[in-house]
Structure formats: structure tokens, C-alpha cells
């Protein structure tokens, strides 16, 4: 695949904006990956019109959505989305991400949503990312943290997932820990 379509790019992943085209690729890999994601998630309708309307989403200037793929071959790792954009004062946004069955386990979300964060904080102009995570989520909890996000509260009955209201974790990073962390943190390493 070219890379004129990546946004950023890392040593092993680069990122681009979701497309018509990735519809049969994610569609492959959310069912392989639906009994991981299903507690997380929930059961989700991969219909063209549900994927449809997923992108009609990001016409709207208060949603972004990503993708992570491999840079050698192009293969979606990964799925990010940047929702709820406040502009204005608070320059805000909320982080949501998927990882796959297949692909879990060597750093490519790391690396991933590294890359998304200099988009976030860089292009986007925002200040502030918040990540809601389910307190069982302990490989997602793991990977905001080793981003440098910080626990900010717990939200009870949070969002609705799977027929019932579930808490969660309030994590979130600024523009200013980002830019610390990249002068000191090397993610090469890491591994989700």
C-alpha cells in the first residue's frame, strides 16, 4: 500500500483516515474479534448501513476516525476515533480505540495511538483527550497510563454496553504531557 495516505507514521505503524474502502477489512476483523471485544463493546452491527452511517459521522467536525495499519503491508491493526470535539475554551475531545484479536500483544496500538495524539495535539489543535475505560479493561487501563494519561474520576453507569449501564475510569492527557513524554518516553518498546 502507499503511504500517501498516512497522516503520521511510526517505526512499525502509520496512521490514516478511515475509508469506504476498510469496510470488508474491519468488518473481517471485528467478528474475528468479537468474543474480545463483545465485553468491552458490545455486540455491534457490521452492516454496510451500520458502517455507512459510522462514517457519516466523521463529515461532522466533532468527530475524527482513524485507523492503524502495519506500514509494510498496509493491514488495519487498529481503530481510533477522536468524538465529541468541543472547540472554543476547553479545545477537547473524547478517545476511543479498538484493538483485534490477531494483532494484540506487539505494541501496535502503542505505537498507534502515540501517533494520534501528536495528530490530536498537533493538526487538531486540541488541549485535552479523555478516555472512558471500563475498570475491568486492565490491558486498555495499562495502555492509557503508558501513554501518560492520569486518572481523573470514576463515572458510575457511564455508558450503556451490552443491556446495562456500565461504570468507568475518566482518564485524560494534555498537550503539555504529550509534549514531555515524547522528549523523555521511547514506545518502541511497548507492547498491546
Known amino acids: ?6 497522516l503520521l507514521q511510526g517505526p512499525r505503524v502509520a496512521v490514516r483516515r478511515v475509508r ?3 469496510y470488508d477489512e474491519l468488518t473481517e476483523l471485528a467478528q474475528a ?3 474480545m471485544l463483545r465485553r468491552w463493546l458490545g455486540a455491534r452491527d ?21 485507523v492503524i495499519c502495519l506500514r ?8 481510533v476515533n477522536i468524538n465529541n470535539v468541543v472547540r472554543g475554551a476547553l479545545q477537547s475531545g ?7 484479536a490477531s494483532t494484540t500483544g506487539h505494541g501496535y ?19 485535552r483527550l479523555e478516555a472512558n475505560i471500563q475498570p475491568g479493561n486492565t490491558s486498555s487501563l495499562k495502555l492509557v497510563e503508558r501513554l501518560g494519561f492520569r486518572r481523573e474520576g470514576y463515572s458510575l453507569a457511564f455508558q450503556y454496553i451490552d443491556g446495562a449501564w456500565r461504570d468507568h475510569e475518566r482518564w485524560a492527557i494534555t498537550a503539555e504531557t504529550v509534549r514531555t513524554a515524547a522528549q523523555s518516553t521511547d514506545f518502541s518498546e511497548s507492547r498491546i
Open 1 to 6: 500500500m502507499e503511504s500517501t495516505g498516512y
Open 94 to 100: 473524547s478517545l476511543g480505540y479498538t484493538a483485534y
Open 46 to 66: 457490521n452492516s454496510p448501513a451500520a458502517f455507512e452511517s459510522y462514517l457519516e459521522r466523521f463529515e461532522q467536525p466533532t468527530h475524527e476516525g482513524f
Open 33 to 35: 474479534s468479537a468474543e
Open 109 to 127: 496500538m502503542t505505537q498507534g495511538l502515540q501517533l494520534v495524539l501528536q495528530l490530536a495535539f498537533g493538526q487538531l489543535e486540541l488541549h
Open 20 to 22: 469506504r474502502q476498510d
Open 72 to 79: 509494510g503491508t498496509g493491514a488495519i491493526v487498529g481503530g
